[in-house]
């Protein structure tokens, strides 16, 4: 599952993603920096605070965004769950999130393909873990394929009418 | 017309090469089928029954001689030597090889012309009346707007994975020519008190399995918010659209559900929270700078002076009988526009051959300043024509099967390919358009009948807009045989309603002859002028049921 930080690929991620199930099972949080899901962390919020290491949620399009949003200023990191490359939340959620003004990690994670990755980094995404197999130095020339847009993008996001 | 900058040229031709690579990527097995059936609907491209199936984009169904041109150019080197316009005014080859599709797109590049966004779960190409700019009750030319959202939708990195695809309309003024209120987004120019110019906006219209009317969500939206407006009922609907089951997907679904207040609420609270006078209000210049390509063209003004028409509308009966059926008033004295018509006798509706495009290119150069418009009704319209030249265009068109004098006339139909070319249609079509087409070839029986429309679909899917006809056709699969569900009463037009089913479905074969019962109920019981829809409206389905299904003795 290769990772890609600001159009790089990183070896070492430094997040630790807990799962709802893992939660579930009692099994206890690992050190350093570790991301829950929102609502996990929703609830569990002053205790995740007091760790020492970063935090970060993980939220999908059944998510609550408004306690996302709130959340925001406490967290380092926000990954965005694709359950499959058609579900399109998660483009809308990345833009709520950066025009947020959140300056964190926007990391996409799930059902995530070289196809998509230009698209996912326009609406606010800096991270994505790539689909494995699909994975090859070819797919960083995604990012490069159109060089032109209309609508602005979370780098530049005057539309093409304001530049 | 609008022409390409730079940029817009730049994203065409990288397009091409970017799905030039995802195709090899794709038959060299590095792209899953999966994958690759999402990207290449972005690209208009089908896999049909026999073959694929190429959407090529009309934005808005305004077109110059040389895309006209380039379009017969593809039908006759990458085709079976015609094409098919669509109800959303696009073009859809049904024989391209997939490998060839990339060339396809590549020579649409060079004629400023692409297949992005024609399929898939995204915006597709946004539609207009046919008469803009020449239509005397218009407030605005919408097409400036129309170009605006063509740019703004075209790559949207947030709205290429919606629940479900996505369809906007846009009209000039009262008169409702683009099927404005079934259409996902319907926008309305309208003027408000203060004399500003603006829209009214209805969401949640379509058609498909559950058929709805649009509502309205804002009565008036001032034209600078036009696109943060739609970027907030995009964004509500792309987080809270059902995305579990995609005969539920729409976005008439989530208004229904909800309620078009409550969609209404969420919309208000996106817009106001962020789009609201942000990076997208127009500018001033921006809507200038549109409307700069769609100023009014070189009319000469003299053309009214002409006195030879008349002449020839006294001396000639079949041209008469064009004149009235297949031309329109146009706001400019001295000119016309003119309906070709793409419903010949015995070919199916919306079909053009390379040869036929070919002679319309030729003919806008020569009588229409060079534009060619396509329609809903799956005709097209050379919309500049001097008063003058029409005897000349006209004979022209007749000697090339492009004069059949039948527009707005029952065999005027809008018809789907259905199952002789759709992997979804569940009956074929264009045998019973033929069908129908036989049984009512007599001209002065047409015109008896008046203005009816007829629309037919091969499923449920409703591509042919059966459900908004005067008279609506669906084709039903019944145990592997054929059968037709007949609806009475339905409009696309400004009195958008559904039309209402006739009874149990009818076999192949009585399709025809259930229209000529249904029209005989008409024709007796029409007070002077009044028209089939009037009539049907009047009287309510009864009596046409009463009479199809009489028992037979």
Redesign the interface.
Known sequence: MPLLINREVVQNDPWQFVTAEAIEAGEPLPVGSVAVPLAYFVEHKANLLARSGEVGVTVNGGDDLQALIASLADVSLVAVEFPVFRDGRGFSIARKVVRAGFKGEVRAVGDVGRDRLEYMESCGFNAFEVNGESFSDDTLKAFTEISVNYQGTAADPRPIFRR | MYQYNE?DQ??VQ??V??FR??TRRFLAG??SED?FL??RLMNGLYIQRYAPMLRVAVPYGLMSSTQMRKLALIARKYDRGYGHITTRTNIQYNWPKLEEVPDILAELAEVQMHAIQTSG?CIRNTTTDEYAGINANEIEDPRPYCEIIR??S??????????RKFKIAVTGGPEDRAASQVHDIGLHIVRNDAGEVGFEVLVGGGLGRTPFIGKVVRNFLPKQHL?SYLDAIL?VY??NGR?DNKYKARIKILVDAMGVEAFGELVEAEWQS?GKDG??T??D??IE?AKSFFKPLDYDLSAVNDTSLDQQLAEDKSFNAWYERNTVAHKVDGYRAVVVSLKPLLVAPGDITDAQMDLVADLSDQYSMGEIRSTHQQNLVLGEVKKADLYALWKVLDANQLARANVGTLTDMICCPGFDFCALANAKTINIAEQINNCFDDLDHLYDLGDIRLNMSGCINACGHHHVADIGILGVDKKGEDWYQITLGGSSKADARLGKVLGKAVAADDVATTLQTVLSVYVENRKEEESFADTVQRLGIAPFKERVYAPVN
């Open positions: 940029v730049t994203l990288e397009r090469e970017q690579d995802q590095e792209l994958d999402a990207l779960n740019q703004w075209t790559l949207h990195p947030e709205f290429a994975y919606l629940p696109l964004r792309n987080l995305r962020f990076q997208l127009l500018t210049t921006e700078r």
